[in-house]
């Protein structure tokens, strides 16, 4: 028993002196940190159900307004979370070089195809597979995808139509997350491999279901992909997988089996898969001239970096053409859904945004006889406006994450520091978007939902370092266009259609749910819904 007894103590001050030595990273440096807890870091709160990934983010940024960075620790792994513009910019941009990788949130040698996409590949492999699908997002390729955007949104609006009218008091509640989640999941369907699914019909369909499994980052799903990046050598060990088994052979054989159709019957149609087939042929490039007029498809949007422009002579093999379809399927899902969700919200919520909203669509609509296309939806001014606030409320990417690949001179964290830091290979530096994005230094009354600030006569007021819903520098999003226009052809049809407002239990002022990595709202995305 003694011995027994030994034998745990000589443990816990092991434990003790090897976590000393672990958390100790950035105090000898005088780099500020919130409170350590050992194993977890800075992560019980999240793990514990008690705090949303954002909260807790935003806790960080708001306890060191004077700091340049500051230190914060997923379980044992240490990062810095960079609040200083300059050095944003520098991360980003002008010394992207070091910071060229995202972290891996999967395990190559546990499910290599998820490690085969663009957000996971690393150095050049993603250099090349950037440019390689960069001419697949430029506007004209977009342009093209609008008619199915518009026709799903026809089958999402007479079936919201049906059940008002079969109801008894002329409006019903509507979970617009689940709503919005159906029309995403129908125009990818579409616009990626060719198919026409109606899942506000046919609501079990097996594509819905399996995009929602995919792309729906609940409790079990947020450990693993925290711990992919802490503890690789765990999830390696048991062989933990953020993606079931049944999901990867979905998407493996619809993808095989629409390219092998296409290939058999010799089918042409102007969508994801067809793009993909061109680019492993070598068909696809870059349109300089046309990428240049992307400029005027919303404030939002991103620029393709010279990066995404060069050609490629690199062979990808079927796999990694397979892995960039499930990619955009997954993000697409999820990204596009979640704006579309807190766009509708916050219409509800701010009336007065609603109805000047709905004015300059019911003229659009006159004007062009109800009809949609690329160009005329760019000319919704106060559309922009309205979906570039809520990117500024709600970014689709809390933190940008960068993975240093090379050590990297912090400089100082604060005026009273005496070392620089240097950030050490393999070490995270994230960059605190939605942070930003409410910190009243850059935004007045920053909780407000404003469609104002991006008027013709303010938005150049806006420092576009302190705005960045798409990210920044050469590894923003590649899919800006896409999501943007998807987004606001849902919201023009619902809007043209609908008279929206909130519900008993709609979440006033919103509150983040805890028990998911993605953005959900605590009470749920209930709306109410009524023909106008």
């Known amino acids: 028993m003694i011995v027994f007894l030994l034998w745990v103590v000589v443990l816990v ?51 060191f307004p004077e700091e340049r960075f500051i230190g914060r620790f997923e379980f044992s792994k240490p990062g810095v979370l960079i609040r200083d513009l300059e050095l944003i910019k520098k991360v980003t941009v002008k010394d992207f070089e070091h910071f060229l990788d995202h972290r891996g949130f999967v395990d190559d040698k546990v499910e290599p195809l998820f490690a085969r996409n663009l957000f996971s590949l690393k150095g050049q492999e993603w250099k090349d597979m950037r440019s390689t699908l960069s ?21 999402m609006v007479r079936a919201v139509k049906k059940n008002i009218e079969n109801s008894k ?11 919005t ?30 995009g929602k499994k995919a792309s729906t980052f609940k409790f079990k799903q947020m450990l693993l992909f925290f711990m ?14 953020l993606f079931s088994r049944e999901t990867t052979d979905f998407f493996v054989d619809l993808v095989q089996d629409t390219m092998k159709e296409r ?10 898969i067809h793009l993909l087939m061109e680019a492993k042929k070598g068909k696809l490039t870059y349109d300089v001239a046309n990428g240049k007029a992307d400029s005027n498809v919303g404030f939002s949007t991103v620029e393709e970096s010279d990066l995404g422009q060069k050609p490629v002579t690199r062979v990808w093999s079927d796999s990694d053409l397979i892995a960039q379809a499930v990619m955009f399927f997954i993000t697409a899902f999820e990204t596009i859904s979640t704006v579309a969700s807190f766009t509708l919200y916050e219409l509800a919520v701010n009336p007065d945004v609603q109805d000047k909203l709905f004015q300059e669509i019911k003229e659009h609509n006159a004007k062009f006889g109800g009809k949609l296309d690329f160009n005329s939806i760019q000319n919704l001014t106060y559309l922009d406006m309205v979906v570039s606030e809520v990117l500024r409320l709600w970014p689709p990417a809390i933190v940008l994450d960068r993975v240093c690949n090379k050590d990297y001179n912090l400089g100082k964290p604060n005026s009273k520091a005496t070392e620089d830091f240097i950030v050490r290979k393999g070490e995270l530096v994230g960059v605190p978007v939605m942070s930003i994005h409410r910190d009243p230094q850059y935004f007045q009354n920053p909780n407000k939902f404003d469609p104002e600030r991006f008027s013709e006569e303010n938005r150049h007021l ?64 209930g709306l109410l819904f009524k023909l106008r």
């Not at 409170?35 to 800075?42: C, K, L, Q, R, S």
């Not at 199915?148 to 949104?153: K, L, R, Y």
């Not at 046919?202 to 279901?209: G, I, K, L, Q």
Request: aromatic share 12%; glycine share 6%; net charge neutral.
């Open 13 to 63: 001050a092991a434990l003790a002196l090897y976590y000393r030595q672990i958390y100790s990273r950035f105090s000898k440096f005088g780099v500020k940190q919130n409170n350590i807890v050992p194993f977890f870091g800075n992560m019980l709160k999240i793990t514990l159900g008690m705090e949303h990934f954002a909260e807790n983010i935003d806790s960080m940024y708001k306890n």
């Open 181 to 210: 989640s159906r029309y995403s999941n129908d125009v990818i369907a579409s616009c990626a491999f060719g198919l026409k699914v109606d899942s506000h019909t046919t609501e079990d369909n097996e594509f819905y279901e399996m």
């Open 228 to 241: 992919n990046s802490a503890l690789p050598f765990v999830a390696r060990l048991f062989k933990l997988k």
């Open 462 to 525: 806006i420092d576009l370092m302190t705005y960045m819903p798409f990210g920044y520098g050469p590894r923003n999003c590649i899919g800006s266009r896409f999501a943007l226009c998807e987004v606001k052809v849902l919201t023009y049809q619902i809007i043209l259609n609908f008279e929206i407002s909130p519900a008993e239990k709609t979440c006033i002022p919103a509150k983040l749910s805890t028990g998911n990595l993605n953005l959900r709202l605590k009470e749920g995305h």
């Open 263 to 272: 290939e058999d019957k010799k089918i042409i149609r102007p969508d994801m």
């Open 169 to 179: 008091v002329g409006q019903i509640e509507i979970d617009v997350k689940d709503l």
């Open 135 to 155: 001419p697949a997002f430029t506007s004209s390729k977009i342009k093209q995808m609008v008619p199915f955007m518009e026709e799903v949104g026809e089958m």
